[in-house]
């Protein structure tokens, strides 16, 4: 058994969690100040977003000096703290790991883009221009093609992602080197494991316009583990957003040595047309949620180990994405928390989750801060979408829902920065914020805690087979986990319709283990569920 199968991560956005020097950006000596409360909600790990030096171009995610801390963030010896202080609670830090691409400013991409024959040129992926076009026709995730042109040396660069993301070319291996020595660098100091920003691209053939999953990506994962990870008791996620469960095995079979596990996102994809980009708006089938789940349960046996998520700094608040955040807002919550920790993986809380933070709707793109909203916003525009049209889809998956600042407390700026935020705050931090769950016992930050203690007392939880029950309504979601002797049922009601359940065979039962709807007994042979209602209960 590995302490990442047992175990409950929190990811913090560290630019949005607490500021602590009034600057309006969240920074690490805030994180410190805020570990008891992590302490209490009962986590095992933080996963950090990137703290690393940045022009922020894309938050951090844009790379200058892998082994310096983020000015505005603070010191090394703050990092230094946050690993210290995390580890006397019993909280490992997971690092995030961006080694696809690097930041424009990073002194390896100065050196490269300096001449043809600078000794960092092939650190990166330069081309000759095509009858002066593009070398060929892959395009940016963030807008536009994927391909810049640099004046200074007449070629083109790769960058899959904003211009000032250059991709490092992963077939140099003095690149691969300069990775190990930074994990090194980062493991040596105590880290508990590295989530891996997109490394499904780092195979990538560009002459060949592959991108995920390239011919040599397992190779240069099982390098890495030889060369790093496979040195440390540590965690390793890798984001894998085209990931198959097949595919998935590659990555997290123990027996390849590579991670432990990856984040799959088939179910992410389920509420956009098909083919299409996630601002194509499409309704959420309750059924294909349940298949694509239940597959995703079953289909690794021993070959791996799922990740478990509704939420991250890329996402859309699940609460208002597919629940109700308005007449249903804790009910919806708990729903979404008890359907998806019950189930068998690592579960990953992202920060505000555990208290139902909702999506910011804008009514201008001047009020959005992230790159990929605001190129797509204009990129669409200048081909003829209406603003309304575009504005509907960045409210409703654009990244800056995830990123308001974390709501503590109902005073200024919800408690998040003495000074003015970096990112508008959420006005409904009056109502839902930490304080305010702390001290009410129904509210969702202690459903989130007893659903992580139910995971710590309970091997079911961990180890239990998962088996779909089909014959229910379609807009509730039920399975079953077995383990040794004992049986649990969960069910949810996705929806705010009430709906009834008949299932005989399993009767009237009185061993409640959770409910957000404060039920004491189930009696199968005619139930009604509530709106949004969601329980587990001991068969
Ligand atoms: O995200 C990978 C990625 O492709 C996402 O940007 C996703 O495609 C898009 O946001 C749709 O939700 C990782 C990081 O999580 C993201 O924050 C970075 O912007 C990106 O890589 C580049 O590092």
Not at 75 to 91: C, F, V, Y
Not at 297 to 320: K, Y
Request: glycine fraction near 6%; hydrophobic fraction near 35%; charge should be negative.
């Amino acid at each position: 058994m590995k302490w990442w199968q047992t175990a409950v991560i929190y990811q913090v956005y560290p630019r949005s969690f607490q500021d602590s020097d009034g600057d309006g950006i969240g920074d690490l000596k805030g994180i410190i100040q805020r570990l008891d409360y992590l302490e209490k909600l009962g986590i095992t790990a933080i996963w950090l977003s990137p703290v690393f030096q940045s022009p922020n171009d894309d938050n951090g995610y844009d790379i200058s000096d892998y082994q310096a801390i983020m000015t505005e963030f603070g010191t090394m010896d703050d990092m230094d703290e946050l690993i210290e202080q995390a580890d006397q609670r019993n909280i490992k830090i997971i690092m995030d790991l961006v080694v696809n691409h690097t930041s424009d400013e990073h002194k390896w991409f100065v050196e490269s883009r300096k001449s043809k024959d600078n000794p960092y040129r092939d650190y990166y992926v330069w081309r000759d221009p095509i009858n002066g076009e593009e070398p060929n026709s892959m395009r940016s995730t963030f807008s536009g093609s994927a391909w810049d042109y640099d004046e200074e040396s007449g070629q083109y660069f790769l960058h899959l992602f904003s211009k000032r993301q250059p991709d490092l070319n992963w077939e140099n291996e003095k690149v691969r080197q300069e990775v190990w020595d930074m994990m090194n660098f980062w493991l040596h100091k105590g880290v508990g494991g590295f989530r891996m920003d997109v490394i499904d691209l780092v195979g990538k053939i560009p002459d060949e316009e592959i991108t995920g999953n390239g011919p040599k990506l397992h190779d240069y994962l099982q390098e890495m583990y030889r060369e790093t990870i496979g040195k440390y008791d540590v965690l390793t996620v890798g984001e894998t957003w085209g990931a198959t469960p097949e595919i998935a095995k590659l990555y997290s079979d123990p027996k390849r040595n590579e991670l432990s596990m990856v984040f799959q996102f088939e179910h992410i994809g389920l509420d956009q047309e098909n083919g299409k980009e996630k601002w194509d708006l499409k309704a959420l089938e309750v059924n294909e949620l349940k298949q694509v789940l239940s597959k995703w349960q079953t289909a690794l046996g021993n070959e791996g180990w799922n990740s478990l998520f509704w939420n991250n700094h890329d996402l859309p608040r699940i609460v208002s994405r597919w629940g109700n955040d308005s007449t249903y807002h804790a009910e919806s919550a708990k729903m979404f928390a008890i359907l998806l920790h019950l189930m068998k993986g690592t579960p990953y809380i992202y920060q505000g989750e555990e208290i139902g933070m909702t999506n910011y709707p804008v009514s201008d793109i001047s009020e959005i801060n992230d790159i990929e909203s605001v190129n797509m916003y204009h990129e669409r525009l200048a081909i003829g979408y209406e603003k309304k049209e575009i504005l509907a889809s960045i409210n409703a998956k654009g990244r800056d829902n995830a990123r308001t600042p974390m709501q503590w407390e109902n005073t200024e700026n919800a408690g998040f920065t003495t000074g003015s935020p970096w990112l508008h705050v959420n006005p409904n931090y009056r109502g839902i914020n930490v304080k305010a769950n702390l001290a009410d016992s129904n509210s969702i930050f202690f459903c989130y805690q007893r659903l992580i203690e139910l995971r710590k007392e309970n091997p079911i939880v961990v180890w239990g087979d998962f088996e779909l029950v089909s014959d229910v309504p379609e807009q509730v979601f039920m399975y079953l986990r077995k383990y040794e002797d004992d049986t649990w049922a969960v069910v949810a009601n996705f929806g705010a319709e009430e709906t009834t359940l008949r299932l005989p065979d399993l009767g009237q039962i009185d061993d409640v283990i959770i409910s957000n709807y404060e039920r004491t007994s189930v009696n199968f042979n005619q139930l009604t569920l509530n709106p949004y209602e969601a329980f587990a209960v001991k068969v």
